[in-house]
């Protein structure tokens, strides 16, 4: 995080995966008009020498700052009120009216809940804890 907040970034989200044969640690930041590729760089450099220097993850494994990108997962509460107005994709781990996706507009959301109005008419009240993801939605 004091990399992060020094460089004015905010700290989307951070995995790590195994995918192949390979371990991966992502670090996902923005900023306030978009991550750019000299700051993921600042910060893969400054977190890169922390972590070879502490050793804080024993296996191998490749590490990547980047962008969480246009179709960004909703996970903060920032993240939920930065997108009120805008489509969001949705998907559930059970159907709620015959259905388990889908996008709409984000017009309210509080702890247990998030509502969305699908095609300006049919507004969906649907339990967070339903969710299995939520992010913003990318129309070609």
């Known amino acids: 995080m004091p990399i992060i907040e020094a460089n004015n970034l905010e700290l989307v989200d951070v ?3 195994k995918e192949g044969g390979d371990y991966y640690l992502r670090i996902y930041a923005d900023k306030e008009g978009g991550i750019t590729i ?20 024993s296996d191998a494994y490749i590490l990547e700052v980047s962008s969480p990108g246009l179709t960004r997962p909703l996970k903060k509460e920032n993240d939920f009120k930065r997108s009120i107005g805008k489509l969001v994709d949705v998907k559930t781990y059970t159907k709620i009216n015959g ?9 309210a959301y509080d702890e247990e809940t998030v509502t969305i109005v699908i095609d300006n008419e ?5 339990s967070r804890k339903d969710i299995s ?5 990318f129309i070609f």
């Open 38 to 57: 000299g700051d993921c760089e600042i910060v893969n450099r400054a977190l890169g020498d922390i972590l070879d220097t502490e050793d804080y993850i």
């Open 122 to 126: 049919e507004e969906i009240k649907i």
């Open 99 to 107: 259905a388990k996706e889908f996008t709409g507009e984000l017009i």
């Open 15 to 17: 995995e790590y995966v």
């Open 133 to 137: 993801m939520i992010r913003l939605a």
